[in-house]
């Protein structure tokens, strides 16, 4: 069992930046495929980020592409996702996630993940 503890989250105005840490315990996430997703108010969770235990390869979706940048310490069993020029429908609930099949391949399916934070809030004011 893998153990994921979001950090990071609160309020920022239209164009600032954030910092998400997700620490891991339990287990090394070192062979782990790690991601971020995120799900606001009235809407389906949905795929941000991912990062790669092999290389590592990142992935994002076409919505934060080059604004945000997730990366991993597997020295410190950690994750994180820096935010910049966020806007105010990146407003959401943002859960990291561990993707534990024995694969280099990032899937961008909410399903896909077999481990969760319990989420940190972001929200963005304009």
């Given at each position: ?9 609160g309020l920022v ?114």
């Amino acid at each position: 069992q893998v153990q994921l503890v979001e950090s990071g989250g609160g309020l920022v105005q239209a164009g600032g930046s954030l910092r998400l840490s997700c620490a891991a315990s339990g287990r090394t996430i070192n062979r782990y495929i790690m991601g971020w997703l995120r799900q606001a108010p009235g809407k389906e969770r949905e795929f941000v980020a991912a990062v790669s235990w092999r290389t590592p390869s990142t992935y994002y979706a076409a919505s934060v592409k080059g604004r945000f940048t997730i990366s991993r310490d597997n020295a410190k069993n950690t994750v994180y996702l820096q935010m910049n020029s966020l806007k105010p429908e990146d407003t959401a609930v943002y859960y990291c996630a561990a993707d534990a099949e024995a694969t280099a391949v990032i899937s961008t399916r909410v399903t896909s993940y077999d481990y969760w934070g319990q989420g940190t809030q972001v929200t963005v004011s304009s």
